[in-house]
């Protein structure tokens, strides 16, 4: 019935273009996240000579180490990646070039490629989504099942805290708790995940409310099942549909906020890139190196409205009132 | 001397300015200056304020009772008319001038120094760095009603200008039974200056008016407005517009922003060298750095020159000492020591780094070489630096992070001594050179020494000279000094890197002394 159900819900998302092409581009920039050390690297991916191979890219040779085997004088055999720079090595002589053959997207101001740095800047953007959006979720789904759940009085003391957090303008939160911790990638995770969890939570205890009551619920109770069973067998999978369009907004917001505390400086510590601290390093040359700032602008632009075309498309594939029905 | 953040203080928040709206202001009085603040001051109370921003302001507020002329900085009477100093350099008599009002029109006497000297050695009162200074005073006396007298424990050939620069504040202002720390006139000074307070608009402004008590000749600016706009690339956009008329610009706004025709016409640019440095700062107490050969070795990783002249485009000097670049006590036999990976990677494995376990990085005695890096998140030039550092050292098998943090953070790091190596810079804008709060092993805990720097040598020289009242006999001991930090290299000295400001061409007689710009000397010239 379950399977019947999500198969249901991708029928009606596949008719939604806009919800489709979105969900190409996030599952294309989940591929470059993942790929990013294949994809941009200044270490060629095999080398053949003197009738040895070796895999650069993938294995730490004593004998190559501090070699840059892009040079003419390393001769034989080569595979490079399709962007032959690391996101962190500088070029002194080549700084703040615009995009060209040699480098696509251009350098920034220390002369490193932008189009490695926006490669690799994107694993920190997609990673920090995911993990934080998880650990909210997560948070979010075991105070809402237990207050939608148990209802009664633990509801009310649930429910009133959801609301004290509420309270609580997160984003100053983060800034005031980076502040103390010192600004890592880890704390911006648990920060975000450690407080933004109360929509969840209020979804996931509206929906318990409305399904402890159903038959099947009431009718595993009455064969004795145990709480911790009916929640996670039978209520659970019927409450995730809305917590999933959630957290694909979620997504979408936790790299904006990441985007924000970086271009702040209290996000990731260089040279690691992320999109929004390349975006603030480059504000000082607004005037004369528009890449810089038009392309992780327009990146962050790009990720988000996909994610949030993804939520919207899901939305309406899982409303039974929607007018495709 | 002040610690500054590296290069430029960019503080963590962005100013939401009204871009369009002072465009509709009224026709612009020619007689106001509008100067551009990185900042907002804390407090513009003298004696407890530390930010360079509050004693921008202050200086034209209040008065001391010598000043330093500004191209010689010869020691000229300011409120004192003529002073008397003992044989033995241990009492300094003041003979104050009479008449000098205050601002709100109460005489200026012998009890507003003796009361500012109590406030300083209060110890409720918040001022450490200024105590500092004011250890060696054994007591202020009121001779009478306009003669004050200084008494030291012991010569210092620097105490006629800490006595007679000591801030004065109004007693019968202050003197209310209300706590000082917190007074509520801390934001409304009044002052002997040219200026005297107007207002201070909290996050937008602090206004100056022409003091109409004012002595002196009167400057024919007749109100200056400090206009507080954190992001540097915002205030540039502003002095283009007009709304400002000076501004500290950035290197790389001084090279490629400011060389349009259109802008030359407008504004005056100004270069100068003041004294100040930046460096690389090594903790001594950390296992990596207690080694001179590893410190020597760090320093031969990095390519200054490139760096000067590729993200700083050239534009300032490397040096080898704290002492300013072009004076004398600055040893000029000294050469930077070059670029040298080589010479390093020698220099490492005579200290014991070697790859002995072959995992591409060094380690002695099973401890791998990784340290982190410590920089104020408000620098960029810090973060470029250590991001340049770290590919290089990577390649000679040291691993190093980079950990930023907000400013007031890092320098409770930095005091703490909770760091391996971090990079800051430091003023003298007096032009003092001398070396105790930086370099003296007393300073260690607690002081501005902050590395751990401590050579037995180095100590004896720092205190001699401090008794010494022949310059050109301490000017000696300064070069062996200075020939001291660069054998040992506590510090891998960067640069010093000269001031850059764009004035209005509104101005006349705009002149660049050794001590900087004074804005009270400027002639406004006739509108066009």
Redesign the interface.
């Known amino acids: 019935m379950r399977r019947g159900y999500w198969s249901g819900v991708w029928r009606e998302f596949r008719k939604n273009r806009l919800a489709v092409a979105g969900l190409g581009v996030v599952l294309a920039l989940i591929a470059v996240a993942v790929l990013a050390p294949l994809l941009a690297n200044n270490r060629p991916y095999c080398y053949v000579t003197e009738g040895k191979v070796y895999f650069p890219i993938f294995y ?1 040779y ?1 004998e190559l ?2 070699k840059d085997l892009r040079k003419d004088e390393f001769r034989g055999f080569k595979i490079f990646p399709p962007v032959r720079y690391s996101y ?3 070029d ?2 080549s ?1 703040v070039t615009g995009p060209g053959r040699r480098h696509l997207l251009g350098t920034d ?3 490193r490629d932008l189009l490695a740095r926006m490669i690799h800047g994107s694993r920190v953007s997609i990673f920090i989504g995911f993990i934080a959006v998880s650990i909210y979720v997560a948070i979010g789904i075991f105070i809402g099942s237990i207050a939608g759940y148990y209802g009664g009085w633990i509801d009310i003391v649930i429910s009133r805290f959801i609301e004290i957090v509420m309270c609580f303008p997160t984003f100053f939160l983060i800034l005031t708790i980076l ?2 911790w ?2 890592s990638l880890l704390s911006v995770m648990v920060v975000i995940g450690i407080t933004s969890w109360t929509g969840i939570a209020r979804i996931v205890r509206g929906e318990f409310l409305k399904l402890r009551e159903t038959d099947f619920v009431v009718a595993s109770r009455a064969v004795g099942a145990r709480d911790l069973w009916i929640i996670l067998r039978h209520i659970l999978p019927n409450a995730l549909a809305p917590v999933l369009v959630s957290a694909t907004f979620g997504i979408a917001s936790t790299i904006l906020i990441e985007s924000s505390l970086s271009f ?3 996000g990731v ?3 690691t890139p992320s999109w929004g601290d390349i975006l603030s ?1 480059s ?6 190196a528009w890449w810089l700032t038009f392309i992780p602008g327009f990146a962050i632009f790009i990720t988000i409205t996909a994610y949030n075309l993804v939520g919207e498309g899901l939305q309406e594939a899982i409303d039974p009132k929607s007018p495709g029905r | 001397m002040q610690p500054r953040p590296l290069l430029t203080i960019i503080f ?3 100013a939401f300015l009204p871009a369009g709206c002072a465009r509709l202001a009224p026709a612009k009085d020619p007689h106001t200056l509008y100067m551009h603040m990185g900042a907002e001051p804390g407090t513009l109370n003298p004696i407890t304020a530390t930010d360079a921003y509050s004693h921008s302001i202050n200086l034209r507020i209040y008065e001391t009772l010598v000043d330093r002329e500004y191209d010689t900085l010869k020691i000229i009477p300011q409120l004192a008319e003529r002073w008397e100093i003992s044989p033995d350099h241990l009492t300094f008599r003041f003979y104050l001038k009479k008449g000098v009002r205050w601002s709100d029109g109460v005489e200026f006497t012998a009890d507003d120094v003796v009361y500012s000297y109590e406030r300083i050695k209060d110890p409720k009162v918040a001022c450490a760095q200024l105590k500092v200074y004011y250890i060696d005073i054994r007591k202020c006396l009121k001779i009478d009603r306009y003669t004050v007298e200084f008494v030291y424990s012991r010569p210092y050939y620097l105490a006629l200008v800490f006595c007679g620069g000591m801030p004065i504040v109004p007693k019968h202002i202050f003197d209310t039974g209300v706590d000082f720390n917190t007074h509520p006139n801390n934001r409304h000074p009044v002052g002997t200056g040219p200026f005297r307070f107007d207002s201070w608009s909290t996050g937008k402004n602090i206004t100056l008016v022409a003091n109409e008590r004012y002595r002196g000749a009167k400057p024919e600016i007749r109100r200056v407005v400090y206009k507080f706009i954190s992001e ?2 915002v205030a540039l956009q502003m002095l283009k517009k007009g709304d400002l008329d000076v501004m500290g610009v ?1 290197e ?1 706004e001084w090279v ?2 400011t060389n349009s025709r259109k802008f030359n016409e407008k504004f005056y640019k100004k270069k100068y060298f003041m004294s100040s440095f930046s460096y690389i700062g090594w903790n001594e107490s950390r296992v990596f750095f207690q080694d001179r050969r590893v410190r020597l070795a760090m320093t031969h990783l990095i390519n200054r020159k ?2 000067l ?3 700083l485009f050239g534009l300032g000097e490397i040096v080898t000492g704290p002492f300013y670049i072009f004076g004398d006590s600055y040893n000029r036999d000294l050469r930077p020591w070059p670029c040298d990976p080589a010479r390093a990677k020698q220099l490492l494995k005579e200290a014991g780094w070697e790859d002995h376990d ?1 995992d ?1 990085i060094l380690d002695r005695n099973g401890k791998k070489f990784s340290f982190t890096f410590t920089i104020s ?2 620098s ?1 030039f810090a ?2 630096l ?3 550092l ?2 290089d050292f990577s ?1 000679v098998g040291i691993e190093m ?6 400013w ?2 890092f320098l409770d790091k930095i005091q703490s001594r909770d760091f391996d190596a971090t990079s800051l810079g430091w003023s003298d804008p007096d032009f003092q050179d001398d070396p105790y709060q930086i370099w003296h092993s007393s300073q260690i805990e607690g002081g501005s020494n902050y590395i751990g720097f401590s050579n037995r040598e180095a100590d004896r020289i720092i205190e001699t000279a401090r008794q010494e009242f022949d310059p050109a006999k301490r000017v000696k001991m300064y070069r062996r000094f200075h020939a001291i930090l660069h054998h040992e290299q506590p510090y891998t000295f960067l640069y010093t890197m000269p001031a850059l400001a764009a004035v209005s061409r509104r101005f006349d007689n705009v002149k660049v002394h050794k001590r900087g710009m004074n804005f009270v000397e400027w002639k406004v010239r006739s509108t066009q």
Request: glycine share 10%; proline share 6%.
């Open positions: 730490d004593q180490r501090d962190s090595e500088y002194l002589n700084i101001e220390q002369g502040a103390l010192g600004p702040l400086g209290f510590q260089p040279p390093q504000r000082d040359f607004m005037d004369f | 963590a928040a962005i540097p690339s950035r790389i490629r922003q490139e760096i002249d590729k993200l072959g591409g998140s408000g960029k973060e470029r250590t991001s340049i770290k590919e390649k992070d980079i950990n930023r943090y907000e007031a953070v």
